[in-house]
């Protein structure tokens, strides 16, 4: 399997609502990412976590959360997102460390209403 | 700080001329580059990076120090190179930053 995969590909959620993305590799990498797409942006990085330890936090608001159960599975808790938080979530894995070639997710395409 | 400069929002060229996109860094030190591509509907994918001085889809990039550039060139445009296109920067310890994108649209 050399593909990063995401769950769900879309997600409609309200302002109270509690929802999760997750990310999945079996590529054997130890760094995995959490990044924001807006429309017509480059992407922006939100978390990082490298042998399953949060390495880099963005300054993401508390109302994102990541978890990293093992090596291959990544997670990013929601809950009490604005509208404004709507945009594409992307999940991106690398080999060793943040210094690599990172492999991207086709993404989460996440409303906020 | 722009760390990462794509000068051109959009660039439009014919099929069969040659492209250029352009990306300029700035970092004193040795930095590690890359073009990431995304298509239409598609994820985005490493397109290549400079270490490895590979042509991928026949596209080549030259890392050049003394103008802090690292622009993509492909001699012949096809219609199927029409996409987003991002050159993004490893500096030292930091992580991965992208510029803010190309969009390509090559013409029939």
């Known amino acids: 399997d050399t593909e990063v995969t995401q769950t769900p590909k879309h997600l409609v959620m309200g302002m109270t609502n509690k929802k999760s993305l997750k990310c999945e590799q079996h590529?054997?990498?130890?760094?995995m990412y959490w990044y924001k797409q807006k429309a017509k942006k480059p992407p922006e990085l939100m978390f990082v976590?490298?042998?399953?330890?949060?390495?880099i936090n963005e300054s993401v608001p508390s109302r994102f959360s990541p978890e990293c159960p093992n090596s291959s599975l990544l997670n990013l808790h929601l809950h009490a997102l604005q509208p404004e938080d709507s945009a594409l979530y992307l999940c991106?894995?690398?080999?060793?460390?943040?210094?690599?070639?990172?492999?991207f997710g086709p993404g989460t395409r996440l409303l906020v209403l | 700080a722009q760390r990462v400069t794509q000068p051109e929002k959009l660039l439009s060229v014919f099929k069969g001329a040659p492209v250029e996109l352009k990306c300029n860094y700035s970092?004193?030190?040795?930095?590690?580059l890359f073009w990431y591509v995304q298509y239409s509907r598609q994820r985005l994918q490493l397109l290549l990076r400079?270490?490895s001085r590979e042509s991928i889809k026949g596209f080549t990039a030259d890392l050049n120090k003394g103008e802090t550039s690292f622009h993509l060139k492909k001699p012949f445009a096809q219609e199927e190179d029409s996409a987003m296109y991002y050159c993004?920067?490893?500096?030292?310890?930091?992580?991965?930053?992208f510029g803010k994108g190309t969009r390509l649209s090559v013409i029939a």
């Open positions: 991106a894995s690398s080999h060793g460390g943040d210094q690599e070639t990172q492999y």
């Open positions: 976590y490298s042998y399953e330890k949060l390495s």
């Open positions: 400079h270490i």
């Open positions: 993004a920067l490893i500096m030292g310890n930091t992580p991965l930053v």
């Open positions: 590529m054997g990498h130890r760094a």
């Open positions: 970092y004193s030190g040795s930095p590690e």
